[in-house]
Structures are given as structure tokens and as C-alpha cells.
């Protein structure tokens, strides 16, 4: 007898709808998977159909920097200058689509990321490491670890895991700015932002409610308990690719001007 075919996941309107009502609705994509822009951008439409959606925050931008004071029918050149968009580290053809979801529905977007010029303070800012439970401190050095390939020296993971923390809090606090009652703000990020235990949510009041969805391209291997997410999301695994490898070949070897 010839296996049973997986039915399909119901449509995104149906799954958000299932996470609602919530102050912050967190997506943890992986950025270099196309499938995952698309569920953004239905997320976005249908929140906008009900009436629902506040702001769109992303980490693509920097905090600070917004489409406030564009109409609904700017242009994508507007946009992006609004947002002082980086094409080179944000591809626009990927992310546009889902920005220009946002403005086209007459709701702002705001860069939330922490910005450039504040990354070495932050680096030094050992105050930054009580923002964390102990054992949550230790997971997201232990993230940043691994999520570096185990290239980097250890002298270097306690700043680097700062930033983590820093970026992490800007973009609670953009969050935060842009809560509206009765609507959803929902913020854009690569997947390490969002887990409840060690991103993001850690630094939002615990009197507001937030949603955490983590997309996954291929087979979720993630916890999906509510400590972490409260959904996990999957999509058709993209092709292999070694990231530890590519990462590894950019960076300088001994002896190599740095």
C-alpha cells in the first residue's frame, strides 16, 4: 500500500488567526529562504484585511529610521530611502515585497535593529550580560558560538554575544513605541532573535502579549514548546549549502592582512 501523502498546512490566515489577539507577533525566518518572505507577506495581508495590523518592525533597518511619513502609494525608491535601506547586506528583491506590504496597507515601517555606529559600545558593555538569566546568557554564548562556525576566539564571544543582546533589546523597544491597542506590531528577524529563553521577548514587558513563530526550511528539529516558540512553521528544505564553509573562506587566515 503506497505511503499517505502529508496533508498540507492549513492556510497562514488560519494559523495566525490562531495565535490572535497578541500585542507583538515575532517571525524567525531564515533569510536566505524565499518561502519564508512569502508567509510574511501573507501575514501581513491578512492582518491588514481585519484591520489588525499596527506596525511592521524588521530587522533589516536601523532603529530610527522609518516610512512614517510616506503615503500608502510610495514609491519603492521612497522606501528604501526612507529606510536608509542596505541592499547589499538585505537584498531588496527579497525584502521588499513584504516592506512594501506593510506601507501599501497605510501602516508604518520601522528599522529596528541596533544601529552600526552603537555595535562597539555595546561590545563593552559588560551591564549588558545581566539582561539575561545566567543560564540564558550562557545559551546565547553558546549561539553565537556555534552560529559563527566555532571560528571565532573565545575572547571574542563575550562581546560578540553583547551585541546579540543589544540588537536584541533595540528592537523590543521598537516594538514597545509602536504597540497599539486591539492591533498586532509584528516584527521581521533572522530566527536567533526569536526564541522566548534567550531573544527579543526577553526584553519585552511581561504585561503585554507576545507570539513567537519560527519558520523552519525542511524538517523542525527545534523544540516546539511554548518556552520557545509557540509555533514552529515549515517549508520545503532548500538545497545544500555548507554556511560553515563560505563563512569560514571570508575570513582571514594567519598571515593575512586583516
Not at 155 to 160: D, Y
Not at 248 to 256: H, I, L, S
Request: aromatic share 4%.
Amino acid at each position: 500500500m503506497a505511503p499517505t501523502a502529508p496533508e498540507p498546512p492549513p492556510p497562514v490566515a488560519d494559523r495566525i488567526q490562531a495565535l490572535l489577539p497578541t500585542n507583538f507577533l515575532l517571525i524567525g525566518e531564515q533569510h536566505d529562504a524565499p518561502d519564508h518572505q512569502r508567509i510574511e507577506r501573507e501575514v501581513l495581508g491578512g492582518l491588514a484585511a481585519q484591520g489588525q495590523l499596527a506596525a511592521l518592525a524588521v530587522e533589516m533597518a536601523e532603529q530610527g529610521q522609518d516610512t512614517r511619513e510616506l503615503s500608502p502609494k510610495a514609491t519603492e525608491a521612497q522606501v528604501r530611502t526612507a529606510l536608509r535601506w542596505n541592499d547589499a547586506g538585505w537584498p531588496w528583491k527579497a525584502y521588499g515585497p513584504v516592506v512594501m506590504a506593510a506601507v501599501e496597507a497605510g501602516v508604518p515601517v520601522l528599522g529596528a535593529n541596533l544601529p552600526r555606529a552603537r555595535m562597539k559600545d555595546a561590545m563593552a558593555d559588560v551591564s549588558l550580560d545581566a539582561q539575561l538569566s545566567p543560564e540564558a546568557l550562557q545559551a546565547q554564548q553558546d549561539a553565537v558560538r556555534s552560529g559563527h562556525c566555532d571560528a571565532l576566539p573565545e575572547s571574542q564571544i563575550g562581546p560578540m554575544t553583547r551585541i546579540q543582546i543589544a540588537r536584541d533589546r533595540a528592537m523590543a523597544q521598537t516594538l514597545i513605541q509602536a504597540k497599539s491597542p486591539g492591533k498586532t506590531v509584528v516584527l521581521v528577524s533572522g530566527a536567533g532573535h526569536s526564541p522566548r529563553v534567550t531573544g527579543v521577548p526577553q526584553h519585552l514587558p511581561t504585561d503585554m502579549k507576545v507570539r513567537v513563530v519560527r519558520l523552519v526550511a525542511g524538517t523542525a528539529s527545534e523544540s516546539k514548546g511554548p518556552a520557545v516558540y509557540d509555533a514552529v512553521w515549515t517549508t520545503p528544505p532548500l538545497p545544500p549549502r555548507d554556511y560553515c564553509a563560505e563563512f569560514k573562506a571570508t575570513r582571514p587566515g594567519p598571515g593575512t592582512a586583516k
